[in-house]
């Protein structure tokens, strides 16, 4: 398969999409100077080479959050397939119930508990969005 002129590098993120008992799913700001800074989104991980995607994202909710997710604990929830301006973005969503810690923003960033109904009042980048509207079509079917 050849790539045309306009072919864009493909970027594997895997992310989490950690929901608490009540319902409530959690949401991570993009600090002030990253790219796309302010939006909010699933927390996640660039999936490194000889990753698996649910190993990426064990070890970056273990830095970035300071809880422990088992793979075994990760079920696929969704994934996007979004063309930025100068890369695509291949994310799975892996939804996971069960953790051990307590989330904590180890990187700075700014953490929400967000219902299905004040989810679309955060912004989020262009891949995310139609994420969230899985999430509030899953809760309504009473999983959440």
Do not use: C
Request: proline share 6%.
């Amino acid at each position: 398969m050849t790539q045309g002129k306009d072919a864009k590098p493909l970027v594997l993120v895997a992310a989490a999409a950690l929901v608490r008992g009540d319902g409530r799913l959690l949401l991570a700001q993009r600090p002030a100077g990253k790219q796309m800074a302010g939006l909010w989104e699933f927390p996640g991980a660039k999936v490194e080479a000889g990753e698996s995607p649910q190993g990426a994202l064990a070890r970056e909710l273990r830095e970035e959050l300071g809880v422990s997710v088992a793979e075994a604990d990760m079920s696929a929830f969704a994934f996007a397939s979004h063309a930025y301006e100068n890369f695509h973005l291949l994310m799975p969503v892996f939804l996971a119930r069960r953790w051990e810690g307590d989330v904590a923003a180890h990187e700075g960033q700014q953490l929400a508990w967000v219902s299905p109904a004040e989810i679309e009042a955060y912004p989020a980048p262009e891949a995310d969005i139609p994420l969230f509207k899985h999430f509030i079509d899953w809760s309504k079917a009473g999983r959440a």
